[in-house]
């Protein structure tokens, strides 16, 4: 099973996958892996900048890490901003078991959060020289999902909650796939 997940940054993608890798584990015995596009972009995925040709690469390469866990039977979650519509179709399309969940949080609470400082670099003025360009939902695309198999405001649900909500989708699929005799192929 491959959960893709979307979201700008600061919503709490990391967040979430962490406590859910931790309770998953603990609670269920099931293995799950996450693939943080923060971190594969210090190595996989180090030649890529915030294109959107670029962003789409990122998510294919990730796709493909996920799908080779997936086959091993490890939940494998894509924790990515993943801001394009046709990139997360596309993983859809070719594997199987995906699951496309939106980690929602309104700009203006991520403006307050500013955990790492990006939205106050990229409302900076268009010629400061520390200005970021290409923040998705600030000053670059974040087309947001039309039917996610689950979407978390984590601006109006605590933090346990979330990653609850987002174990019970995994232990409910889970389970369906033992119930039905019939393993999927992930
Ligand atoms: N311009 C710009 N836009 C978006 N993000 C930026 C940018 N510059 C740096 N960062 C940092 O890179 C992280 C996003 O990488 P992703 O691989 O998740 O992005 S994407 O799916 O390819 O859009 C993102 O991580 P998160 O904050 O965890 O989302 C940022 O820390
Ligand atoms: N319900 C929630 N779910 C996840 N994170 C939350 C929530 N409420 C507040 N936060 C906070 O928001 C921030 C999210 O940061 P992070 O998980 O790094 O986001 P992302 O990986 O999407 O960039 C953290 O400081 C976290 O404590």
Do not use: W
């Amino acid at each position: 099973m491959i959960i893709q997940l979307c979201g700008m940054s600061g919503a709490g993608k990391t967040t979430i996958s962490d406590i859910v890798q931790r309770k998953a584990a603990k609670l269920y015995g099931i293995r799950v892996a996450v693939i943080d596009g923060d971190v594969y972009r210090r190595t996989l995925n180090r030649d890529l900048g915030y294109s959107k040709q670029d962003r789409i690469e990122n998510i294919k390469r990730l796709g493909k890490v996920a799908y080779q866990l997936s086959r091993k039977g490890i939940v494998a979650i894509i924790s990515a901003i993943n801001p394009y519509r046709d990139a997360r179709n596309e993983l859809k399309r070719k594997y199987p078991a995906v699951k496309e969940v939106f980690i929602d949080c309104p700009l203006e609470v991520l403006i307050e959060r500013d955990t790492k400082g990006l939205y106050k670099k990229a409302s900076l003025p268009e010629d400061h020289p520390d200005k970021l360009k290409n923040l998705s939902g600030l000053n670059d695309p974040f087309e947001k999902p039309e039917d996610p198999d689950l979407h978390l405001r984590t601006d109006r649900m605590e933090t346990d909650k979330c990653a609850q909500q987002l174990i019970k989708l995994i232990v409910e699929d889970t389970s369906a796939d033992l119930i039905s005799g019939s393993p999927k192929s992930t």
